[in-house]
């Protein structure tokens, strides 16, 4: 696993640096990313080791996962732990070969909400349209997904320069 977490950072410093070839320096996050943030929490603290499959999931999807959750752009992510991705029978080991990339990018972007929005403001909504093209409904902290399936938020406000992640108990699917 530690080769895999070297692997991650090793990618968000090549997508980091192809960023600053294509746009000015003025224009990057000042501060750790969502993808620094979530390797600093998966490898330390409290959190540490529970979200092994996200990130592998992340380095098997499109590679413009990886680029959009260390890019500039504004983002809430709702994270599952590795006991969420387990429900599914997906570990570190098989994800990207258990979902194919295409279907893996999906589920992933079905996470990813567009503008930073913290817990009160997710709390306060009822719909929260997804970078996946779907959207999922918030009642008291329960997602419910396009099949009906919940998801309960357990961690939230987790910040980063360019988003906040909330930490979920069940992957959602689009």
């Not at 192809?18 to 990057?28: K, N, V």
């Not at 969420?84 to 990339?101: H, I, M, R, S």
């Not at 992933?108 to 567009?114: R, T």
């Amino acid at each position: 696993m530690k080769h895999l977490l070297r692997q991650f950072g090793l990618l968000a410093i090549l997508v980091a640096l192809m960023g600053g070839i294509a746009a000015p320096a003025a224009a990057a996050p000042r501060g750790p990313t969502i993808v620094d943030v979530a390797i600093a929490v998966n490898s330390s603290g409290p959190y540490a080791g529970q979200f092994d499959t996200l990130i592998a999931a992340v380095l098997a999807a499109d590679p413009a996962v990886l680029a959009t959750l260390a890019g500039n752009g504004q983002y809430t992510v709702f994270a599952p732990t590795d006991d969420a991705f387990a429900k599914l029978g997906l570990t570190p080991e098989n994800v990207g070969v258990a979902l194919d990339q295409q279907t893996l990018t999906s589920v992933l972007l079905y996470h990813v909400s567009p503008g930073r929005r913290a817990s009160n403001a997710v709390i306060g909504s009822k719909r929260i349209n997804t970078l996946g093209g779907g959207f999922l409904l918030q009642k008291g902290g329960v997602l419910t997904d396009n099949q009906g399936r919940t998801s309960n938020i357990i961690v939230t406000d987790v910040a980063a320069a360019n988003g906040i992640i909330h930490v979920i108990d069940t992957v959602v699917l689009p």
